[in-house]
């Protein structure tokens, strides 16, 4: 089934190298050139995957990013000139899924593209669907956390974490298996990628953050019997 791709770049050369190799995968691409004429495009249409350059006009990727997040869990792929580590982890931070550095494959970012999608679509069968511990309720059909019933949003990326942790309760994560399990064998990211979304799973837990113990030297793992 065809995935709609809101490729997001002002420069036109590059849209279109990266446009021709998505519509050969069978992707309907949908292409703005600025940060407000993406926002348009996004709440018109259904759009399945972002990718999101940062130094575009009107509206800067950081923008557009920090706005989607307020309202969907769309996965975003950030493109950047820089490979600033600062750069990366700010996106992060914002809710972004991956960040690809110019200049790129435009074959490794489909293919970074259709991981991204599997993870967040339809890849998981009914049997691993649901997992409950200490009135902590994720749904990974739905895409939803109830704490206590009570619903809370999480991004993406902090659902996949919550996710895995939770599927892997009791057993301690080192922060390189948790980096290379949610975020991808290939992402060459800092660690601290991982302290920062733990934070965040912890402040949405509020009372249950509890159950997210950090193992001195070793990482970090989700104890149901807190």
């Known amino acids: 089934m065809s995935r709609n791709i809101l490729l997001v770049e ?3 050369r590059i849209r279109e190298i990266v446009a021709d190799y998505f519509i050969k995968e069978d992707f309907h ?3 703005a050139e600025d940060g407000r004429q993406a926002m348009d495009i996004f709440e018109k249409e259904e759009i399945n995957l972002i990718i999101l350059d940062i130094m575009i006009p009107k509206l800067d990727g950081w923008s557009v990013c920090k706005r989607l997040r307020k309202i969907s869990d769309v996965p975003i792929i950030m ?3 820089r490979s600033d580590e600062e750069d990366k982890l700010m996106g992060y931070d914002l809710g972004s899924d991956d960040y690809v550095t110019k ?3 435009p074959r490794v970012l489909v293919a970074k593209s259709k991981m991204l ?15 409950t511990y200490n009135g902590i309720e994720i749904n990974r059909l739905s895409r ?11 991004s993406t990326k902090e659902f996949e ?3 895995y942790m939770m599927e892997n309760k009791d057993i301690v994560l080192s922060r390189e298996v948790i980096l290379s399990k949610v975020w991808g064998y290939d992402y060459y990211g800092d660690l601290r990628t991982v302290d920062t979304h733990i934070k965040k799973l912890r402040s949405k837990l509020g009372e249950k953050a509890i159950c997210i113990s950090t193992i001195i030297g070793a990482g970090y793992k989700f104890e149901v019997s807190k």
């Open 79 to 81: 493109l950047t000139a």
């Open 117 to 131: 999608l599997k993870r967040t679509e339809g890849s998981v069968g009914k049997a691993d669907g649901i997992l």
């Open 10 to 12: 002002d420069d036109e």
């Open 103 to 105: 200049p790129f494959s």
């Open 29 to 31: 691409i949908f292409e």
């Open 161 to 163: 974490l919550m996710f």
């Open 144 to 154: 939803t956390v109830k704490i206590d019933e009570r619903s809370v949003d999480f």
